[in-house]
């Protein structure tokens, strides 16, 4: 008897963890600490707005910045050519199409450059703060979206990406659109038992319960949001093409959702969400059948993209088809070539996807083991506190940035248990919360399903900090009360979480180094060889056995003159990836130079085993056996 009596209580105390939060549908207040709710979410976007400026200010030096690399100079190359009249384009989308058009109409019309990109997207990254403060507030109240407002417009990440040219700035804004859509859909059709104008703490959820909220005719508004959320989720999935697997959620959930609604207004809802996503994809899948034959909504880089996140030899990160590839310039071609080299015959676009994801799953047959170990080691990445850079690194802007300096505690390693405190603590009101749980579900599952990177995993931010934000709310809470009892199972699954969260699974010092030298290669292209050369150097006694360091810091001393210490970086840049011919290349070149013919003609050899078309090493092969009988 006493054994159940405990139980009883223990449920109880467990029962009151989210008492003082408000139900969905009933109304939230409209002040905090006597501010009104517009001016606390003016302040959130400015405040967010001045430490991006400030960043934007302070990073403006970095060299990548002004000379854009990989994925930020193929977007900038996109929009210009865009803005200078092939606004229809003539081939298929490969890379997720909607940011280089926002650029190129910021040229067209706005007449920026980088900077002024840069600027729109900090603006841009104020509204995302702002509009997620306002979707937290409908689900959880004012003063939790004020922190989770708060904490978004701190996280040093977002502030990083706001700041580089980039579509995660673009992503982050239209989630945060597309969370004040449905939750603002949400809070005007839920019927769930609370008090509309009583407190909450002054009666328990057992009485809260007896009072419910009287079902009423839809106001039309809720079709207006339906329709924006379907235009905010198809903008979405022409930003980051993961977004695609999101698109089942939205309808299912809107039937199901406890409302007022009878079923054909459901229905309705529904379908008002369905023609604001039709809008935005159906003419950009007719535009890629008009030039490739075949209607896709987005792109057709889904098959390559999975077998480098899961052939047999993946890291779980991302590594080129060809070693030394890494940019958008070769991506789809390298795709197209080597499928079409196994296949022998000419491919589509949408074969060469199916191509490499028969592939992959021909690989993973082969070894379901070492697959299903790479998906834990990717799960993991997943919430690990480190932000595995692209090209750009979080750490090298840190350096520049005081504003990144003084908030980089604030990270995803942070985030993570914070949240897990909230899932936890908020859990009795799951069906209020079950959308924000289907989606944070299914972008794991995208994320994992092909490789990491800290901006593929940025999506998870926005869906996460409201759940940060009322775990610390109510975290706080239950201590100021001493009720420690309630505290026991979040704390112990936030615990859980920072470690995994800071296990060392990344080769950061690797990662960090490779990011350092491609500042070093911008600054190279701009012509500032000197700089060039100490940043590789730097790069180099972080990370000493990496093939590109080496392969750049030979190369940018071959630009001056200065054979000996080329000749002995390039040299141990073939060592570490015999495959990179470029190395091999400006190392022949460098051994011709200083009379070294013999070895010169290896290299040059060596490159035709790869390449039999190279047309630098067979003239260069030519030259020196006519330079051999001279020599004799």
Request: hydrophobic share 50%; net charge neutral.
């Amino acid at each position: 008897m006493s054994n159940r009596r405990r139980r009883r209580n223990s449920s109880s105390t467990e029962s009151h963890l989210t008492e003082n939060l408000p139900a969905a549908g009933q109304q939230c207040d409209s002040r905090w600490l006597g501010v009104p709710c517009w001016a606390l979410l003016t302040g959130i976007g400015v405040l967010a707005f001045i430490l991006r400026w400030v960043c934007l200010a302070e990073t403006a030096s970095i060299a990548s910045t002004q000379q854009l690399l990989g994925d930020a100079a193929t977007y900038y190359a996109w929009a210009e050519k865009i803005a200078a009249g092939s606004w229809y384009g003539d081939t298929t989308f490969y890379q997720a199409p909607l940011y280089p058009y926002v650029l190129a109409i910021l040229i067209k019309f706005g007449g920026v450059a980088v900077p002024g990109i840069r600027f729109t997207q900090a603006i841009l990254g104020s509204l995302a703060c702002v509009l997620l403060a306002a979707s937290t507030k409908k689900v959880f109240g004012l003063r939790t979206a004020v922190v989770a407002g708060v904490m978004l417009a701190i996280y040093s990440p977002a502030i990083y990406y706001d700041g580089i040219v980039q579509k995660t700035s673009l992503a982050s804004f239209l989630l945060c659109g597309l969370l004040w859509a449905s939750l603002s859909i949400q809070s005007r059709l839920f019927v769930s038992s609370g008090l509309s104008n009583a407190n909450p703490l002054s009666k328990s959820r057992e009485e809260a319960a007896q009072v419910a909220v009287t079902p009423e005719h839809p106001n039309p508004i809720v079709f207006l949001f339906s329709l924006a959320a379907g235009l905010f989720l198809g903008s979405l999935v022409l930003t980051r093409e993961n977004a695609l697997l999101w698109i089942p959620l939205f309808p299912i959930w809107m039937i199901w959702l406890p409302s007022s609604l009878s079923r054909p207004q459901r229905f309705a809802l529904a379908g008002t969400m369905i023609l604001g996503l039709a809008m935005v994809l159906v003419p950009v899948a007719a535009r890629n059948g008009s030039l490739g034959g075949e209607w896709s909504p987005t792109t057709f880089q889904a098959g390559p993209n999975f077998y480098i996140g899961n052939n047999a030899h993946a890291s779980g990160i991302y590594e080129p088809l060809v070693p030394g590839h890494e940019t958008p310039v070769y991506e789809r071609s390298d795709a197209h070539r080597l499928a079409e080299q196994e296949t022998g015959h000419e491919l589509t676009a949408r074969e060469v996807s199916r191509f490499w994801f028969a592939k992959s799953w021909s690989e993973i047959r082969q070894s379901p083991l070492s697959w299903i170990s790479l998906l834990v080691r990717k799960t993991a990445m997943v919430v690990n506190h480190f932000e595995v850079p692209d090209v750009e690194s979080l750490f090298i802007h840190q350096q520049y940035s005081v504003v990144l300096k003084l908030f980089s505690f604030w990270q995803f390693g942070l985030l993570a248990p914070l949240a897990a405190i909230g899932l936890v603590m908020t859990r009795d009101r799951w069906k209020e919360l079950l959308l924000l749980y289907a989606l944070i579900a299914v972008m794991i599952v995208a994320i994992v399903g092909f490789f990491i990177l800290g901006r593929y995993r940025f999506p998870l931010v926005p869906l996460l900090i409201p759940f940060a934000a009322v775990g610390v709310t109510l975290f706080i809470q239950m201590v100021s009360r001493r009720r420690w009892r309630p505290l026991r199972m979040p704390v112990g699954v936030a615990i859980l979480v920072a470690i995994v969260s800071y296990l060392p699974i990344h080769a950061e010092n690797h990662l960090n180094a490779s990011s350092l030298t491609n500042v070093a290669v911008a600054a190279g292209q701009q012509g500032d060889l000197g700089a060039a050369i100490m940043l590789l150097e730097q790069s180099n006694r972080m990370q000493p056995d990496i093939a590109e360091t080496n392969y750049n810091l030979g190369f940018a001393y071959k630009q001056t003159g200065q054979m000996q210490p080329a000749i002995e970086h390039l040299v141990k840049a073939v060592q570490l990836e015999p495959d990179l011919m470029t190395a091999n290349f400006h190392l022949a070149e460098c051994l011709e130079r200083i009379g070294r013919f013999e070895e010169a003609k290896l290299f040059y050899a060596n490159i035709l085993t790869v390449d039999p078309n190279h047309t630098g090493a067979v003239r260069a092969l030519e030259r020196l056996d006519t330079l051999a009988p001279q020599a004799q």
